[in-house]
């Protein structure tokens, strides 16, 4: 059984990943909405960020380039 903070650090990626695929220039997800799709997610959201996985702007997070190819890896 998968632990659920990878679980849900995979989540988090995959609104990131939604959101640059619509915008890649800017496409970028606000701390809030994560709040109101996935509820508690600071711990997940300082992993990736520590990781390289995203990057933190302020209250909107962005995936990197290093997410991206992450989340693609492990869909």
Known sequence: ????QKTLRRKVLHLLYAAR???PETGCVYGREFRDALG???FALAVLAETGHVKREGHQY???GQGVIAFEENV
């Open 21 to 23: 695929l619509k915008d």
């Open 62 to 64: 962005r995936i990197t």
């Open 40 to 42: 508690e997610c600071d």
């Open 1 to 4: 059984m998968e632990h659920p």
